[in-house]
């Protein structure tokens, strides 16, 4: 008897159909019936991880406990399903030839020759099936990245058409997502793309069971009839994911559409209860129809593309909902802030957010923002290169230290207060070698952060060589800049705050990456609330 049934979910006609929201939605809907449910994301690129591209390529780069550093609906599945993922969650091609190669030069496959099919195609199934040795997940959704058709996802899709004949219909559920077009001059939905998107997944050997189809407009069960016909599925398994307003509505859009019964009937697994979704609907409710609102900064270099920064975007809807509040995100690029344009740029807001990064792009205009803020009594919240920056801009202009600086920045600087950590001064590789992955922190009672969390125990995530320098925090702290939480191990300092001004708090860690539907994050609900404190003082 196997412990999981598995589910595969394949994307057809274009990118960017929302496959990571609509394997998180089931998932959701799954999981309120009462089943425990993982998702994990294979990606077809050749790096090892994502860690070494850049936002623009690929963005967020999103961290999970064990410090995997992976694609960024890892970050949709947490937040969905309020569970932790892990490395095992996130697989790439890079990885999966990494291990081949490791094991041909060990021995392992001595006197054959190592080819696609089947070494590189079994690595592939070894995977996909890894999850199920943890033993409690009784649902593994796999979300396959790229489209069916590209080069790169071939072996992927044969590794799915073996396991299904390996493990038996019944075992896996194959849901391929595809976009209905609308034609405005023919006033017509066109079922042609999802037709020809299945029919490449077939000519691959692969039959699939259900079709979500991506749209703008309605289908009407005259469309559901022609692409059950033409592409050999059952019409109540032809499923239309309307755009929506929120992605938090998908898991209501398709418990309408029967998405999880269709999946549950198709590995004949008992429906259970009916989902319990109560917390989820009314957390949407606070979401759409809050009684405040403000309007928060974001400032960063990679603000031209929103999913740089998504985790934070998601965590301020988190806190907002928690607030009874709407959060309007202005971002603001860094590389245009200046002290001459600051006030102009900045005026109005009621709190600033300075985002993570890497490398001197932008930074002086950070600076420049956190000195606004920071004069001015303006909320204020620091996330990794963001906390840096405040130490900089502090020990800069009021330790009246001009050349402080980090030696990501400023190799010679003669004030390194942000400097690179010991244990990283021998690395000279780049992947995977940053300081990743939870590490506690102690709180200091009385400080923001403290009465935020409401504990003095926690642990949260990173993702940085950098750290604040102890050399320099006994000045700091007499000059009014405490470090508010240290690795208790290390002594390393996590959080810096200034008591005296109204919320002005910095995190070397990603609290963004902790926060979900269910369990916003403390520092984002208390920055939200501080904000809402400032706006209204401010009528
Ligand atoms: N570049 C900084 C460091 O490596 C900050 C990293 C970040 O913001 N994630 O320490």
Redesign the pocket.
Request: aromatic residues 14%; glycine residues 8%.
């Given at each position: 008897m196997r412990k999981s049934k598995f589910v595969f979910v394949t994307g057809g006609v274009t990118s960017s159909l929302g496959k990571g929201i609509i394997s998180a939605s089931l998932a959701k809907l799954v999981q309120a019936r009462g089943y425990s449910v993982t998702i994990q994301k294979f990606d077809p690129y050749i790096n090892v991880d994502p860690g070494t591209m850049n936002p623009y390529e690929h963005g967020e780069c999103y961290v999970t406990e064990d410090g995997a550093e992976t694609d960024l609906d890892l970050g949709h599945y947490e937040r969905f399903l309020n569970i932790p993922t892990s490395q095992a969650n996130n697989v790439t091609t890079g990885r999966i030839y990494q291990t081949v190669i490791e094991n041909e030069r060990r021995g392992e496959y001595l006197g054959k020759t190592v080819q696609v099919i089947p070494h590189i195609t079994n690595e592939i199934k070894r995977r996909m099936m890894l999850l199920e040795e943890v033993g409690k997940y009784d649902i593994i959704i796999t979300e396959l990245g790229g489209t069916v058709g590209d080069i790169e996802s071939l072996p992927y899709i044969e590794a799915v058409r073996q396991l299904r004949w390996e493990l038996g219909q019944d075992t896996i559920c194959i849901i391929h997502l595809t976009l209905v077009p609308y034609l405005k001059a023919a006033r017509e939905l066109k079922t042609k793309p999802t037709q020809h998107s299945v029919k490449g997944l077939q000519e691959l050997g692969v039959q699939p069971d259900i079709l979500v189809c991506r749209t703008e407009h309605r289908l009407n069960s005259e469309i559901r009839k022609k692409i059950a016909l033409f592409c050999n599925v059952n019409q109540n398994a032809v499923i239309e994911s309307i755009d929506a307003d929120t992605i938090y509505d998908v898991p209501l859009l398709m418990l309408k559409e029967k998405l999880d019964k269709v999946t549950l009937a198709r590995l004949k697994l008992p429906m259970r209860n009916e989902p319990e979704l109560e917390a989820w609907k009314d957390f949407i409710l606070r979401v759409k129809h809050p009684t405040n609102e403000v309007t928060i900064g974001l400032v960063g270099k990679y603000v031209e593309l929103q999913d740089a920064y998504k985790s934070i975007i998601e965590s301020f809807i988190h806190a907002g909902a928690e607030n009874d509040c709407k959060v309007n995100v202005k971002t603001i690029h860094s590389e245009t802030l200046t002290p001459e344009n600051a006030h102009e740029k900045l005026e109005g807001l009621d709190g600033v957010l300075v985002a993570?990064?890497?490398g001197s792009r932008g930074i002086e205009g950070k600076i420049e923002a956190i000195h606004y803020l920071r004069t001015r009594n303006i909320p204020f919240f620091g996330?990794?290169?963001g906390m840096?920056m405040a130490v900089i801009e502090f020990a800069r202009n009021v330790l009246n230290l001009p050349n402080a600086h980090s030696t990501?920045m400023n190799t010679t600087s003669s004030d390194p207060v942000i400097d690179l950590m010991e244990d990283q001064k021998e690395v000279s590789q780049k992947g995977g070698t940053?300081r990743l992955g939870s590490y506690n922190c102690e709180l200091k009672k009385g400080t923001k952060s403290f009465t935020a969390y409401g504990k003095s125990k926690i642990n949260e995530r990173h993702?940085?060589?950098?750290e604040f320098n102890n050399a320099y925090l006994d000045d700091m702290e007499k000059a009014g800049m405490m470090a508010a939480g240290k690795n208790p191990e290390t002594n390393l300092v996590e959080i810096v705050e200034i008591p005296k001004h109204r919320w002005f708090v910095g995190v070397q860690y990603?609290p963004e990456l902790k926060s979900t539907v269910e369990s916003p994050h403390p520092l984002f609900v208390k920055f939200v609330k501080a904000c809402m404190e400032y706006s209204d003082e401010k009528k």
């Open positions: 993570p990064g890497f996330i990794c290169l840096q990501e940053m993702r940085h060589r950098y990603h």
